[in-house]
């Protein structure tokens, strides 16, 4: 029987939130009397992945006051403002001994441990696969690379992500259900904070 695998996990949360449009970090939002990072930061702490990685940018220093890394290893990527793909790499170089890394992103409240814990499950059966979350169609982070992915992660540059990764391998992308059917609400905006916030107290 082959060793289950190690894998990590990395919780981009560098950017600044302009779309919200005020003053200080959407990720400081209080949903259901915490803030919306530690929802994404309590998912990987509880979750399988061995390892955990909190990529930290705009804000750096308030977010780190209100909210409790747990486990996950602090990193702040002074060059968040170009783009996405600086976060990635800096959050990937954490985790060069694992054998896969989820990417998760911090302003998804419904994403959980569940979620993260399916990803590696199904990377402990099809190890050469790239395993996203799906749910009503939709696909996208978190989602699990295998380690011989790494090499060309860290060539993505500016907002490529790692979505657009596995758009061009999509013949080894597979895909885990979610837990929630609104796993992929965000927050960019005033209106989608007051929506998931009633979504959420309804549950």
Not at 142 to 163: C, E, H, S
């Amino acid at each position: 029987m082959r060793a289950a695998p190690r894998v990590g996990c990395v919780i981009l949360a560098a950017g600044a939130g302009r779309r919200f449009g005020s003053r200080g970090s959407k990720l400081l939002l209080p949903i259901d009397g915490s803030p919306l990072l530690q929802r994404a930061v309590d998912a990987a702490a509880r979750s399988l992945a061995l390892t955990c990685t909190l990529v930290l940018g705009a804000y750096a220093e308030r977010i780190l006051l209100a909210v409790d890394p747990r486990r996950c290893a602090v990193v702040v990527n002074d060059d968040w403002e170009n783009g996405l793909a600086g976060s990635l790499r800096s959050g990937l170089a954490q985790h060069e001994d694992d054998d896969a890394c989820i990417f998760s992103i911090a302003d998804q409240p419904f994403v959980t441990a569940e979620d993260l814990d399916a990803l590696i499950a199904r990377h402990a059966d099809r190890r050469a696969s790239i395993v996203a979350l799906r749910a009503n169609g939709t696909w996208g982070s978190p989602a699990l690379f295998p380690k011989p992915d790494f090499a060309q992660l860290q060539k993505l540059r500016g907002d490529a992500g790692a979505k657009s990764y596995a758009r061009r391998h999509a013949s080894r992308l597979e895909f885990v259900a979610a837990s929630h059917p609104d796993a992929f609400a965000d927050i960019d905006t005033p209106e989608d904070y007051g929506r998931l916030a009633r979504l959420n107290h309804s549950r």
